[in-house]
C-alpha cells in the first residue's frame, strides 16, 4: 500500500474518530442528547472507521472500502433524512448549531466526502495480488495503532451511552433525559 493510500485511511479514520468526539462532548457538555437518526448516524460513523482500519490492518482492499461505502450511503441517508425532516422555514431544527450548521447538517456533508474520499483512495491503490489463504496482518505503525485504538475507545463509549439514553427499550423520537437515571 502506499504511502499516501495509507495516510488517507489514518486520516478518515482519525476523521470519524474526530466526528463521533465531537458529537459526545456536545451531548454531555452541553446535554444535546441524540435522537434516534443521530444514533444511525453515529453507527454508520463507527462502520465507516473500521473499514478505514481494516484498510489499515490487513491492507488496502475493494472489501474494506465498500463496507466503508455502504455504511457513508447509509449514513447520507438518514442525515439527509434528517436535513429534510427540519428544512421546514421557521424550524429551529434539532439540537444546538455547531459553527451555523445542526449536527445532522455536517454529518451529511462528513458523508459526503467520505465517499469521496474512498473513491479518490480507490483510485490511488495499487492492485495488490490476492492472497491464497486468509488475511495476512500489515505491521501497524504507532499513529494507525493510535487511531485504532480510540476509534475503539469511541466505540465502546458511545455504546455505554447509548444504553444509558434508553436502556434495554426504544429510545424517544425527542429524548429529554436518560433512561437510566430515571429508574431510581
Given amino acids: 500500500m502506499t504511502a499516501l493510500v495509507r495516510?488517507?485511511?489514518w486520516l478518515g479514520a482519525m476523521a470519524v474518530v474526530?466526528?463521533?468526539g465531537v458529537a459526545f462532548v456536545l451531548q454531555f457538555a452541553h446535554n444535546a442528547l441524540p435522537c434516534p437518526l443521530c444514533m444511525l448516524q453515529r453507527i454508520a460513523f463507527v462502520m465507516c472507521g473500521f473499514g478505514f482500519l481494516m484498510n489499515l490492518r490487513f491492507g488496502s482492499q475493494p472489501l474494506h472500502y465498500g463496507i466503508t461505502l455502504l455504511a457513508a450511503?447509509?449514513?447520507l441517508a438518514t442525515s439527509g433524512r434528517?436535513?429534510?425532516?427540519?428544512?421546514?422555514?421557521?424550524?429551529?431544527?434539532?439540537?444546538?448549531?455547531?459553527?451555523?450548521?445542526?449536527?445532522y447538517t455536517w454529518t451529511f456533508v462528513f458523508f459526503t466526502a467520505a465517499v469521496l474520499g474512498v473513491a479518490f483512495l480507490?483510485?490511488?491503490s495499487p492492485r495488490e495480488p490476492e492472497r491464497r489463504e486468509g488475511r495476512h496482518a500489515l505491521p501497524m505503525g504507532s499513529l494507525s495503532s493510535f487511531a485504532a485504538w480510540l476509534l475503539i475507545l469511541v466505540t465502546l463509549a458511545n455504546a455505554v451511552a447509548a444504553f444509558v439514553l434508553c436502556g434495554p427499550v426504544e429510545c424517544p423520537d425527542n429524548p429529554t433525559s436518560y433512561w437510566l437515571f430515571t429508574r431510581s
Fill in 82 to 103: 434528517q436535513v429534510l425532516l427540519h428544512i421546514v422555514p421557521g424550524d429551529q431544527g434539532y439540537g444546538p448549531p455547531l459553527l451555523g450548521l445542526h449536527l
Fill in 18 to 20: 474526530g466526528a463521533l
Fill in 7 to 9: 495516510f488517507g485511511n
Fill in 122 to 124: 480507490l483510485l490511488l
Fill in 73 to 75: 450511503l447509509f449514513g
